[in-house]
């Protein structure tokens, strides 16, 4: 048990480029979450997928955003003409299908807009 | 609506002193609740979480949290801090829609520890 993965650790970009973000999960978790925090704020849900399906997606994920989990592996969280608002810290979670759901925790990617 | 008020955003003890972190939730039926600690730079680590059963629950590192439903509360508590404690705890109501977890967190508290 690795534990849950995400490359970069950081990133600095400037507004308008677009950024990719990736996330492996403990591998025999199905289920994959991406969580954003703020400056002074606990993580807010994004999204999740169970295998390769995403199933829920928050209103705070704009059209700007994007996710894929393409063979219910690891996860690429987009983001297209990025803005100073997006600047946060992106956090991977992933857990079971069975057994009490805990979510393990990656130690997130700080996007920074300049 | 479910949330998660932490009352307190940053509290400072002594080493070796008592600690309590105060949570409360808002949440329709019976809560999920977990703590995580986050450390700079890093991820959230579970500390502990309550199902059902018990309502005295026991984590990792020295700390436990007592679940009060008449309250809307789930405290953590730990009888002696260390200084590597000094973190950020952060308590979640997990909410089971069509079958997941998802988590609501509070805003955290940031905790100092003196030496």
């Known amino acids: 048990d690795t534990g849950v993965s995400q490359d970069p650790r950081h990133k600095i970009t400037k507004r308008g480029q677009n950024v990719t973000f990736r996330c492996d999960p403990i591998?025999?978790?199905?289920?994959l979450y991406w969580y954003r925090q703020t400056l002074g704020q606990g993580p807010e849900f994004l999204t999740y997928?169970?295998?390769?399906?995403?199933?829920?997606k928050s209103r705070l994920l704009s059209d700007r955003f994007s996710a894929e989990r393409p063979k219910g592996s690891f996860s690429t969280l987009e983001i297209q003409r990025t803005e100073q608002g997006d600047s946060a810290m992106y956090l991977c979670?992933?857990?079971?299908?069975?057994?009490?759901?805990?979510?393990?925790f990656g130690p997130g990617t700080r996007l920074t807009v300049t | 609506a479910q949330s998660v008020t932490q009352p307190d955003i940053h509290i400072t003890v002594s080493e070796g002193a008592s600690l309590e972190l105060r949570c409360n939730y808002s949440?329709?039926?019976?809560?999920?609740l977990f703590w995580y600690v986050q450390s700079p730079g890093q991820g959230l680590q579970l500390l502990l979480k309550?199902?059902?059963?018990?309502?005295l629950v026991q984590g990792i590192k020295g700390f436990e949290a007592e679940f009060k439903r008449s309250q809307s509360s789930f405290n953590l508590r730990k009888p002696s801090v260390h200084w590597s404690d000094a973190a950020e705890y952060f308590c979640?109501?997990?909410?089971?829609?069509?079958?997941?977890?998802?988590?609501?967190f509070g805003a955290g508290t940031r905790l100092a520890v003196h030496p």
């Open positions: 979670a992933s857990s079971l299908v069975q057994g009490r759901h805990e979510q393990y």
């Open positions: 591998s025999e978790h199905n289920r």
């Open positions: 949440y329709g039926a019976t809560p999920y």
């Open positions: 997928f169970q295998n390769e399906a995403q199933l829920e």
């Open positions: 979640a109501v997990g909410l089971f829609s069509g079958g997941y977890n998802k988590l609501i």
């Open positions: 309550y199902f059902s059963g018990d309502t």
